[in-house]
């Protein structure tokens, strides 16, 4: 297509109507769709050529549907692995060419090639969030990552796995800026996206930027706010309280969160109770009488789950990570 090079590897079995409904697909609707909310790839780029190259092929793994690495986006010379293209790949072992995920997956990937272009230090949960946003803007299904997140809501939105189960993060991330986005409409979510601070951080200074008063806290929004008035949203989803911000009116479909537990009988003693860092419990009360509840949280929190072996440093890192 006039964007895009569409390559599958020998010996990878493909229909090609269904190739050629994807690409024209990704010409006349992802391809713009994307670019107008996100901003530009690098174009010509690398290559000095203004194709994105899409690479359909077996043996990626088991368990990612597509990927967009930057080692692309440098010479050879500079890392010998680079394919010196734009371009993201399509894992013929768990995409269809027919299915609609597929689709999706376009737009999600699209989008990390974007974002590393405007923003290359980018957060992991920002930046995969916003490419299920990406997928969601096209009109395409979420795979079912945000039911998977409301089934347990207890983990922390502005961190990502090393290791292990990706999935609901995908989900709370992608929850969350949708909610964004309908608060704030598209340019305070489109300045989001362009800005150079990352994670909650560029969250702060996009609010502090709309120089909106928040009706309920008689100040400027921080992104802490944002983050507890979306918690309360997710499980409400009722547009009717307060002044309509508990709700997902961009997204009817958003799934309600399974409820932690739920309190029959009300303890005088303390009551303990363990949460994530940007997690969420949702704590049903429902005892006979009147009761007073008193919170109290800890205020400051390790920034490793470890304790140094003596001293007061202690020495880590992180390796390289590719966005999927």
């Known amino acids: 297509t006039p ?42 780029g690398v290559d000095g050529d203004e194709h994105l190259y899409i690479l359909y092929a077996s043996g990626l793994g088991s368990s990612l549907a597509g990927y967009f690495s930057s080692a692309d986006e440098v010479h050879p010379l500079a890392h010998e692995y680079s394919n010196a293209h734009e371009m993201f790949f399509l894992n013929a072992d768990t995409v269809d060419f ?12 699209f989008q990390h090639m974007i974002h590393w272009n405007g923003d290359r230090n980018e957060e992991t949960w920002m930046n995969e969030g916003f490419s299920e946003v990406a997928s969601f803007l096209a009109g395409y299904e979420q795979g079912g990552f945000d039911w998977v997140y409301t089934n347990d809501p207890d983990l922390q939105l502005n961190t990502w796995p090393a290791d292990g189960v990706t999935t609901p993060y995908y989900g709370a991330a992608f929850l969350f800026l949708t909610y964004f986005l309908d608060r ?73 969160p399974e409820e932690t537990e739920n309190v029959r009988t009300c303890p005088e003693s303390p009551y303990t109770r363990d949460v994530n860092q940007y997690g969420v419990d949702y704590i049903r009360i429902t005892c006979d009488g009147e009761y007073t509840l008193r919170f109290t949280g800890s205020t400051a929190v390790p920034v490793l789950p470890e304790n140094p ?5 202690a020495f880590g890192q992180i390796g390289a990570m590719n966005p999927t």
């Open 3 to 44: 964007h895009s090079y569409f390559w599958i590897e020998n010996g990878v079995f493909y229909n090609e109507s269904e190739l050629a409904a994807l690409a024209e697909e990704f010409e006349t609707h992802i391809y713009p769709t994307v670019r107008e909310f996100f901003g530009s790839e690098w174009s010509p």
């Open 98 to 109: 027919s299915d609609e995920f597929t689709y999706g997956v376009l737009a999600h990937e």
């Open 184 to 256: 704030y409409g598209e340019d305070a979510t489109k300045a989001l996206v362009a800005h150079p601070n990352n994670g909650m951080a560029s969250i702060d200074l996009v609010l502090e930027s709309l120089d909106e008063i928040d009706s309920q806290r008689e100040g400027v929004p921080t992104a802490n706010d944002v983050f507890q008035d979306w918690t309360i949203a997710s499980y409400l989803q009722d547009s009717s309280v307060g002044d309509g911000r508990f709700d997902y009116s961009n997204y009817p479909a958003a799934p309600n």
């Open 309 to 313: 072996h003596s001293g007061e440093y």
